[in-house]
């Protein structure tokens, strides 16, 4: 009974959600704080003042919530870990922002820059209809978010993975290769998943100036406001980049599903044009609202960010301290295999994951031969971070 196109499906698997018992869970690199009181307000509001308006279709194309992104990304430069604030009230809600000099956008991000969906997800299943054929690979890392050979699947669009240095930076060297000898597009999340490694600006602008020009090209920063560098500022210079954001790690928001790309007009009205043949309205507008009270209120995220990229590098010195190899991390999570000391080889990361599961801490381990050894933990509170601190030492 079903379409022959199923066989080309291969679904994403999210980290677990068990309700057998009440985990700390460290294992879907969502925030561990919740989104500003402002979002609560916003929504409460909407839902009271606005009850018949819940009736009507919400804005098909989100204008006010793509204006309101546009301003947060010139306030803060699109790297939240760096974005200075006059540490307004309590948690930085109510702060004014401004861009770290390094981080400092050379134009003005417009609303016609930007388009917004239903999560980056379903943002990105449309980048990956409007821009990629079936008749050429798309290039990509060996290891990168699992999310795009899911995709690539479903859109029957070939891929050419690239392997990873060994100290797992990006190849930039045979992502090129592999692009100019194919004429073809690529995507990487930079800083990358499940590694935490991140490229520079300048590396990217490296591989961009020598990438085909009439190609797409796309970063997904769905981790860069935790330290690494954003791409916007190369669209000045780069008509072909889409850059892919997400309210969904950095913007406490992983439930108000919100997603978007940053890109040139041309781009974003391809992007438009896809959604509007398959789900006119995928922002809803409980969802909107939220969005919009997130980014008027991006000190709180500011705060936010800089606690967790703290948590981040005193964890991962605690687990070199315990003989953990960890991968430099600049995102919200670390990649680490634990050392056997005696044997001079990594202990098992399945046996590994299980045996902090069973203390009631849930931590991200791939099954995917090369990185079967690691672990992806993501940074939680200090409280949580303590716990999970403890349960190591114990293992
Ligand atoms: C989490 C993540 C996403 C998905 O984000 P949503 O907006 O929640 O769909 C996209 N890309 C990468 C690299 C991610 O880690």
């Known amino acids: 009974m079903l379409a022959e196109r199923m066989k080309n499906l291969h679904p994403y698997v999210p980290g677990e959600q068990p309700k057998d018992r009440p985990y700390i869970k460290l294992n879907a690199n969502e925030n561990p704080y919740p989104p500003s009181p402002q979002v609560q307000k916003a929504v409460v509001a909407a839902a009271k003042k606005q009850r018949a308006r819940l009736g009507l279709y919400p804005d098909p194309d989100s204008l006010a919530l793509r204006e309101a992104i546009a301003t947060m990304l010139n306030e803060t430069g699109g790297v939240l870990c760096r974005t200075h604030t006059d540490g307004g009230k309590k948690n930085g809600s109510g702060s004014t922002c ?15 820059m930007i388009y917004c969906g239903n999560g980056s997800d379903e943002v990105l299943s449309f980048v990956f209809y409007a821009f990629f054929n079936s008749d050429r690979p798309l290039v990509l890392p060996t290891f990168t978010y699992s ?38 597009s690529m995507i990487f999340a930079n800083p990358n998943a499940p590694t935490g490694r991140g490229l520079t600006r300048n590396q990217v602008r490296a591989l961009l100036e020598k990438a085909p020009r009439d190609r797409v090209f796309v970063v997904d920063e769905a981790y860069v406001d935790f330290g690494g560098e954003s791409s916007i500022p190369l669209l000045a210079d780069f008509p072909n980049l889409v850059v892919v954001r997400t309210f969904s790690k950095s913007m406490c928001g992983a439930g108000l599903r919100l997603g978007y790309l940053v890109a040139s007009p041309e781009l974003i009205n391809a992007v438009t044009t896809v959604k509007n043949s398959l789900n006119h309205f995928p922002v809803d507008f409980m969802a909107q609202q939220a969005g919009i009270a997130s980014c008027k209120d991006v000190g709180y995220y500011v705060a936010c960010a800089k606690a967790v990229a703290r948590e981040r590098d005193s964890f991962t010195a605690f687990l070199q301290e315990k003989g953990w190899d960890v991968i430099p991390s600049k995102t919200n999570f670390v990649f680490a295999k634990k050392m056997d000391a005696a044997l001079g080889k990594p202990k098992n990361g399945e046996d590994m994951y299980r045996a902090i599961k069973a203390k009631g801490i849930l931590v991200r381990h791939f099954a995917t ?18 716990a999970l601190r403890k349960a190591m030492e114990e293992l």
């Open 98 to 112: 401004a861009p770290d000099s390094a981080d400092r956008i050379p134009f003005a991000v417009t609303s016609d």
């Open 147 to 184: 999310f795009y050979p899911v995709y690539a699947g479903f859109y029957q669009i070939p891929l050419e993975r690239v392997p990873l240095n060994d100290d797992w930076s990006l190849n930039t060297e045979a992502m090129l290769s592999a692009a100019n000898a194919h004429d073809t």
């Open 369 to 386: 031969s090369g990185i079967e050894d690691y672990l992806r933990i993501t940074i939680g509170t200090p409280e949580q971070m303590q």
